[in-house]
């Protein structure tokens, strides 16, 4: 059974770096095709997709944050770190992270979400 | 590649059937997946590749199209079902795109 958590601070200074963890059971993240990404999604609005890291590292991020975003794997410990710099107001959603399927390329299991307020 | 639903909401009563579209930038083929959200939670896989049901998912829930038109259809609406739908490219993995949410409510 694949499941995520995500974990991190619930508020965060506005030009601080946000650190976010996904912890993942269930799957070993080094099979050929599959993944783990980070979405967001403000209070009421659409969800957004951030980034992405396959079994092999190569990673992915969002063109409209890349040079802000940096996503980070460690399969011995089943985590998938995504790291935000300069967080703004605007930064404030909920955080998932999700698996990848190697196959049909869907997003087939969520974590719960962590919301994250940046504030002063 | 940038994706359209229409509507962004609708009004429907238990055991109505209720379709819901998504319309691509760009031709996709088949790499078109729904969402299904409620308040609170996180989403939860629906279809995969335009047509296929996810693991568990109610055999009421389908999806058809292709190309760049695509769309989801649920016969007899089950309280249950009120949530928010998002479709979802994954055609380009460079950069995964969501349509903008369809909310279904109750009449």
């Known amino acids: 059974q694949i499941t995520l958590k995500e974990s991190g601070p619930t508020v965060v200074k506005p030009t601080q770096t946000l650190t976010l963890t996904c912890t993942f059971s269930?799957?070993?993240?080094?099979?050929?095709?599959?993944?783990v990404g980070w979405f967001r999604q403000p209070p009421g609005k659409a969800l957004e997709w951030l980034a992405f890291v396959y079994w092999d590292d190569d990673k992915r991020y969002s063109p409209s944050l890349n040079n802000r975003l940096t996503i980070t794997r460690d399969t011995s410990e089943k985590q998938v770190v995504l790291t935000m710099t300069n967080v703004d107001p605007v930064d404030s959603a909920t955080y998932f992270c999700a698996h990848r399927t190697a196959g049909p390329y869907y997003f087939d299991y969520w974590g719960p979400g962590t919301l994250v307020t940046a504030s002063s | 590649i940038q994706l359209t639903q229409s509507p962004s909401s609708l009004s429907a009563s238990v055991g109505d059937r209720v379709t819901i579209a998504c319309r691509s930038s760009q031709n996709i083929t088949h790499y078109l997946n729904w969402y299904q959200q409620k308040p609170g939670r996180a989403p939860k896989a629906l279809i995969f590749g335009k047509s296929n049901l996810h693991s568990g998912v109610p055999s009421r829930f389908s999806g058809s199209g292709s190309g760049t038109d695509f769309t989801l259809a649920i016969t007899s609406l089950q309280p249950e079902d009120f949530a928010t739908y998002y479709c979802q490219q994954s055609f380009n993995t460079l950069v995964y795109t969501f349509g903008q949410g369809t909310k279904v409510e109750i009449k």
């Open positions: 269930g799957f070993s993240l080094t099979t050929d095709g599959e993944g």
